[in-house]
């Protein structure tokens, strides 16, 4: 089948949607499709279109329906699309969808309660790492990968950081690019005043699992969260997880993980800072929690999901 992928542009930055664009593509590429990756419609015409963002590609859902009437469309829900709540955009597109697909079983709720019965939950896998893991060295390092936006709450940690006892070794290491200029004099600020924090800037995708496979915990700070890609990431490449209880992260990671703190709370966040740092046990019990949570981002999970949807969607036609 022809199927095209539509995904809101970030100006080059390094998003998870484009990287999750590209990961889809590639996958159903591997089952034979004929797959391509655009910003837009612009007059294309598929047998499936695959849209993410359904707030931000309304417009695209609604010009493909309109032009391809015999066409399936399948709406992926990214973290803005469905918290707090669904806006009435991303309503139109999922109302015009064949199939919606959730990253994270908790995704579901969110979705009105007469759309569910076209929701499927796909988490994503993460491809083999083909770097390096390194976590020796003097220092405690801690990394977060967010780009510098509200949603993100990206400062939250450096804010944390500042709070540990004198006696840490704690370094956080942020890899995240500008999108919302606002936050660029506040990392400049922190860098200069906080020695424990350093701003890496954008980082390629690779570089970013690097980074991730360099340090012994991966902080997620945000305030809403779709599916939190970069879990899987670490997870793939056994670094633990802290981050703030939101439903896209609860979601991957179970309501009893450990490593949960209040959305906002730079105390609490320092607290398992602290205690990831001096406690071995409690590290130990992350380490196996994760481990165990493994199998759900392996690729080819991931891979047969989108296929069997495809397949689907194939033989409804027949």
């Known amino acids: 089948m022809r199927i095209l992928i539509v995904t809101p542009s970030a100006d080059g930055a390094p998003t998870g949607n484009v990287a999750s664009a590209e990961q889809w593509r590639m996958a159903l590429a591997s089952a034979g499709h004929e797959v391509e990756v655009r910003s837009g419609v612009d007059g294309e015409t598929a047998d499936v279109l695959i849209a993410l963002n359904a707030e931000k590609s309304r417009a695209e859902v609604e010009a493909f329906r309109e032009r391809v009437p015999g066409g399936k469309v399948v709406v992926a829900l990214t973290g803005t699309d469905i918290y707090p709540e669904p806006a009435p955009g991303a309503l139109d597109s999922m109302r015009w969808a064949d199939r919606l697909v959730a990253l994270q079983p908790k995704a579901a709720e969110q979705v009105p309660p007469e759309l569910r019965p076209k929701v499927s939950v796909i988490v994503q896998g993460v491809t083999d790492f083909g770097g390096e893991l390194g976590r020796g060295g003097d220092t405690f390092d801690v990394a977060l990968v967010a780009n510098l936006r509200e949603v993100k709450d990206p400062l939250l940690a450096a804010a ?85 209880r939101v439903d896209g992260v609860v979601g991957l990671l179970g309501e009893g993980y450990p490593g949960f703190f209040p959305v906002g709370d730079d105390g609490a966040l320092a607290e398992l800072l602290n205690r990831a740092e001096n406690d071995a046990t409690f590290m130990a019990d992350l380490h196996d929690r994760c481990r165990a949570l493994a199998p759900q981002f392996e690729p080819g999970r991931e891979r047969r999901a989108w296929s069997q949807l495809i397949d689907e969607l194939a033989g409804e036609d027949r």
């Not at 660029?184 to 701003?199: G, I, K, S, T």
């Not at 360099?214 to 899987?232: D, H, I, P």
């Open 160 to 244: 944390a950081a500042r709070l540990v006892p004198a006696g840490s070794k704690l370094r956080l290491r942020h890899a995240g690019a500008v999108l919302d200029e606002r936050y660029r004099r506040l990392a400049e600020q922190e860098l200069v005043e906080n020695p424990r924090y350093e701003w890496l800037g954008a980082l390629a995708p690779e570089a970013a699992r690097q980074l991730i496979a360099e340090c012994k915990l991966l902080v997620l700070t945000s305030r809403s969260e779709g599916a939190g890609r970069v879990v899987g990431e670490a997870i793939s490449v056994g670094v633990p997880v802290l981050s703030t």
